[in-house]
């Protein structure tokens, strides 16, 4: 599937020109006829003779963007100077960064930011460590934590390369809810040592996102942290996709005039975000469930599994799903399905799947930056399609989720998160969609609105106190 050019890969050209004759709508023609687009023209300079000029151009790859500045280098009475990568421009020095929330501007307000008065709010915090939820950022602040082993589609990169990531992530934290969220690379793949990291750097926390952690031993630093700590541990890659895909599908459903229990749902991939969103359908109410990973659909007789731990994913999913023992590949698997859903591999499917299925089929290819199955041509027999890319309608995104999740459980100073609580943010963010804005094109509301958070927040916090799980509440300090 071709790429358009994105402004994830514009850059800023600097070029000097003639002043006279026809340099400047060459520049256009040279950029348009490499497929790329202009998205700003800007004299910075100019003289009798010359014009400095900085071209702003959309491309869809670096490879594409080299391509473009090379043509621009050959036009006749151009100079090229300084060409700037937009997005690296971005990350100079990071994206984030502390604050104070006081100012600190003489003895009197340095003496009750830190010493001497300092030392009574640490003596409050001693007699009753609760008190550290309402005096200290702890109330506020997340981690984010990851060893930097399933970076986006990049695979094990390592702690250094996963850091951009992780400050991409907080940003969004205190974009949209303002959360102050912290950045933590591990240099340790050691599931023990992760654990123990985690469980020490705990007290300064009011939550844990895990991020990038590479299946399957994601599953088990997730189970072992969250028994191991009295505030919640949310592995987003998991749980912060199988809600959005879950509050997706509800409104789907709805256009489609189907019941959850009645749908035969085949899911492509079985790591760590198909394991989750498969449990949270099933929790949802999905009875009829066929999950196929490299090997074809799992089933309980298929012969790679005989010899499995029975305490592994696959021998979960073997074990809750596929009641009507199909078996054979995937294609075969979704003739007649009413539902797709992949988190796998890029073109598993092609149209003519896609037309095999029932009636009504809804297909969320989730692949990124390259779909199950290509978009444009499943809309052609497919009811509702979602993917996870920008550039096609019902953007399946965690960005919709994780902040409100977490803003959620701080407001309830929850101690842990739990299956009624991810289904009960489902449920606020597929309602944000009212009914007269529901349609094939638009069944998951966008990042940016500004009901979105606070819906999923609410909703989170309500479950968290019905549940019980909220810590108790801190007490007042004179």
Known sequence: MATAPSVSYSMTVRLEVPTSGTSVSQLTTAVESSGGSVIGLDVTASGHERLRIDVTIGAGSTEHANEIV????????????????????????????????????????LSMVYTPGVARVCTAIANNPEDARSL??????????????????????????????????????????GIDAWPLCLDTQDSDAIVEIVKAIAPGFA???????????????????????????????????????????????????????DVRVVMSGAGAAGTAILKLLLAAGVKHAVVAD??????????????????????????????????????????????????SAPNVLQGEDVASMAEGAIVFALANPEPEVDPTVARQTAAVVATGRSDFPNQINNVLVFPGVFRG????????????????????????????????????????????AGAVAGAVNQAARAAGAAAEPATATS
Request: charge should be negative; charged fraction near 25%; glycine fraction near 10%.
């Open 409 to 452: 459980l701080l407001d309830a100073q929850s101690r842990t998160v739990s299956t009624e609580m991810m289904l009960a943010a489902a449920r606020a963010l597929a309602d944000v969609v009212a009914e007269d804005e529901l349609n094939a094109n638009y069944i998951i509301p966008s990042v940016f609105n500004d009901k979105v």
């Open 207 to 261: 939550g844990i996102n895990l991020e990038d952690i590479s299946a399957p031993r994601c599953f088990e630093i997730e189970a072992r942290l969250r028994e191991a700590l009295d505030i919640p541990v949310f592995h987003d890659d998991q749980h912060g996709t199988a809600i959005v895909v879950l509050a997706a599908l509800t409104n789907a459903l709805r256009i489609v005039d189907k019941g959850i229990g």
């Open 294 to 343: 490299i090997h074809g659909v799992v089933h309980a007789g298929r012969e790679d599994l005989a010899g499995e731990d029975p305490d592994s994913t696959l021998s979960w999913i073997a074990e809750h799903t596929n009641p009507e023992g199909v078996s054979g590949t995937l294609k075969e698997a979704v003739a007649g399905a009413d539902v797709f859903i992949g988190v």
């Open 70 to 109: 090379e043509k621009l280098r050959g036009i006749e009475g151009v100079s090229l100077g300084k060409v700037s990568d937009r997005t690296f421009l971005m990350h100079l020095g990071g994206k984030i960064e502390m604050a104070s929330k006081h100012p600190i501007r003489n003895r009197d307000e």
């Open 136 to 177: 200290t950022i702890k109330r506020n602040s997340v981690a984010v934590v990851t060893d930097g082993s399933a970076v986006l589609g990049l695979g094990n990169i390592g702690p250094k390369a996963a850091l951009p990531v992780m400050e991409g992530k907080a940003a969004l934290f205190k974009r949209f809810a």
